[in-house]
């Protein structure tokens, strides 16, 4: 059994628990739902065990879309030895590309202290705010990655600024983000559907604390501006449910739909109570009909997955 952990090390005492203020492991609970308390309500989604295992499927539905790779930006993973993840989440992500480049080293943050304790040696975690003032040097980085981050920052231009400022020259930036409207090509998602109504709900109340939702798509052009070069934006599209005649889609479209139906509650809560001011009641009987919209077969709906990245000069 002990072969099976070689090369790992407990992160709790050099990674993670040394990174944190104690108050950032007193979570906020709400509706039935825990939340971070580390900057507390920057985040409206939550952090409990049920959200972290949907995040870890959509890591096995990116795999499965991607086939298997972890970036699309042309870097030397064995030459990169400084990497960051912003927004790490469970980790999953740094976790799998410190394993991949044992030369490289990766640091994932996120304002949430729920990374596993085990991780590569050449991996750490941190509690920390990627809007806030960045602490490392200047020049350091060969990476910065983000996915699924679209929901987490309020300022992209700035975000870019700063990733640009600890960049190497000659370094990359990606950013892996879906635009959650969905869409169809028959015209069988219209505005009266639930499953368009939702996000569209969710999209408005984001806006309400703060946060531009719908923001994959200027993504390519936010980079350019803030004065990275080589930038590429590559489209993906994720469909939700088996309708797709294509065997690795239909395999994709599964994950993803059980991605979004797991999520539900989770990805509504936040943003309808805080930024629309409904009432949990509301939001359960509203669910209701959103869950059927999903799994109406005769609905062909996808979402476009922006792949991002650019090259600092």
């Known amino acids: 059994m002990a072969d099976d952990d070689d090369g790992y090390q407990s992160d709790s005492a050099s990674a993670t628990s040394a990174s944190l203020a104690s108050s950032a492991r007193n979570f906020i609970y709400e509706n039935g739902r825990r939340y971070h308390s580390f900057r507390e309500g920057s985040y409206s989604f939550p952090n409990d065990d049920r959200e972290q295992d949907r995040e870890d499927l ?17 870097i030397d993973g064995e030459a990169a030895p400084n990497v960051i993840d912003l927004g790490t989440g469970t980790g ?3 976790i799998d590309f410190a394993d991949l480049y044992p030369s490289s080293t990766v640091l994932g943050i996120d304002l949430s202290p729920i990374q596993t304790m085990w991780v590569p040696p050449n991996l ?8 806030d003032e960045w602490l490392h040097p200047q020049n350091h980085f060969d990476l910065v990655h983000t996915r699924h981050t679209v929901q987490a920052f309020r300022n992209w231009p700035q975000l870019f600024q700063r990733a640009l400022t600890h960049l190497k020259p000659g370094a ?12 169809s ?6 505005p009266d559907n639930a499953m368009y109504q939702y996000w569209q709900n969710v999209t408005d109340g984001l806006l309400n604390v703060g946060v531009q939702f719908r923001t994959a798509s200027t993504l390519a052009g936010h980079m350019r501006a803030a004065g990275f070069v ?5 489209v993906f599209y994720v469909p939700i449910g088996v309708w797709p005649k294509n065997r690795q889609l239909r395999e994709v479209g599964l994950y993803w739909r059980a991605v979004l139906m797991e999520g539900l509650e989770a ?5 309808l109570t805080r930024g629309l001011g409904w009432r949990k009641e509301e939001i359960a009987v509203f669910l ?10 005769n609905t062909h709906a996808w979402m476009p997955f922006y792949i991002v990245y650019g090259q600092k000069p």
């Open 124 to 131: 750490k975690f941190m509690v920390d705010d990627a809007e």
């Open 230 to 234: 080589n930038v590429t934006e590559r």
């Open 185 to 190: 090509d028959d015209d069988s998602v219209k």
């Open 92 to 94: 999953i992500w740094a």
């Open 58 to 74: 959509k890591h096995a539905m990116y795999l499965k879309l991607f086939n298997g790779a972890l970036h699309f930006a042309p």
């Open 288 to 297: 209701a009909n959103v869950r059927k919209a999903y799994l109406d077969p």
């Open 172 to 183: 990359w930036m990606e950013c892996q983000e879906i635009d959650h409207m969905p869409m």
């Open 267 to 271: 990805i509504a809560l936040g943003p």
